[in-house]
T-cell receptor, first 117, second 114 residues
Framework: AQSVTQLDSQVPVFEEAPVELRCNYSSSVSVYLFWYVQYPNQGLQLLLKYLSGSTLVKGINGFEAEFNKSQTSFHLRKPSVHISDTAEYFCAVSDWGNSGGYQKVTFGIGTKLQVIP | KAGVTQTPRYLIKTRGQQVTLSCSPISGHRSVSWYQQTPGQGLQFLFEYFSETQRNKGNFPGRFSGRQFSNSRSEMNVSTLELGDSALYLC?????????????FGPGTRLLVL
């Protein structure tokens, strides 16, 4: 079974300051890792994903994440946040199987990022 | 290319009723997954359909069911509604193939059970 732990339920940060949202996962097989963002009253939008290759992944809106296999972590970072980054962020893990497509995606509980002007 | 669409966007029902939610995936996407999102439980996987077949199912009671049509559109049905079924129901579609593992989400259907 796989699981995802987002260590912080809420993260307040001042505008233009850096931010890190933490995510740890557990799985018995190789996984794919994702970060999604959800703005109020909207669905989820993909920020970035790690499938293989370079462990530093760059996404949209200036976000990046680093896959650390030894620490089973996939923390999300942004060097300078903007008011518009205020949203809820979800880390997710998938054990995409041989049959292709998604077998199952497990999401973390979410981290609410509040950017303070 | 149009995104994932879900209808209706908002729904109010009473306990004991049943409800059907609809999801139209992105053109060319054959995999459709459904999730329930609540403040207490977060995002929980309901089931996934591919080529009209349910490939995977989460830990939900049999009151939750779904189906997929030949055009990949999917419906989700909840029978005998309970207050705890109030949630945002999200649908996600993906193109099946190596390197195409990304799910794209619709805006969701917000269900309120009174």
């Amino acid at each position: 079974a796989q699981s995802v732990t987002q260590l912080d339920s809420q993260v307040p940060v001042f505008e233009e300051a850096p931010v890190e949202l933490r995510c740890n996962y557990s799985s018995s097989v190789s996984v794919y890792l994702f970060w999604y963002v959800q703005y109020p009253n909207q669905g989820l939008q993909l920020l970035l994903k790690y499938l293989s290759g370079s462990t530093l992944v760059k996404g949209i809106n200036g976000f990046e994440a680093e896959f650390n296999k030894s620490q089973t972590s996939f923390h999300l970072r942004k060097p300078s946040v903007h008011i518009s980054d205020t949203a809820e962020y979800f880390c997710a893990v998938s054990d995409w199987g041989n049959s292709g497509g998604y077998q199952k995606v497990t999401f973390g509980i979410g981290t609410k990022l509040q950017v303070i002007p | 290319k149009a995104g994932v669409t879900q209808t209706p966007r908002y729904l109010i029902k009473t306990r004991g009723q049943q409800v059907t939610l609809s999801c139209s995936p992105i053109s060319g996407h054959r995999s459709v997954s459904w999730y329930q999102q609540t403040p207490g439980q977060g995002l929980q996987f309901l089931f996934e359909y591919f080529s009209e077949t349910q490939r995977n199912k989460g830990n939900f009671p049999g009151r939750f069911s779904g189906r997929q049509f030949s055009n990949s559109r999917s419906e989700m049905n909840v029978s005998t509604l309970e207050l705890g079924d109030s949630a945002l129901y999200l649908c996600a579609s993906s193109f099946v193939g190596v390197g195409q593992e990304t799910q794209y989400f619709g805006p969701g259907t917000r269900l309120l059970v009174l």
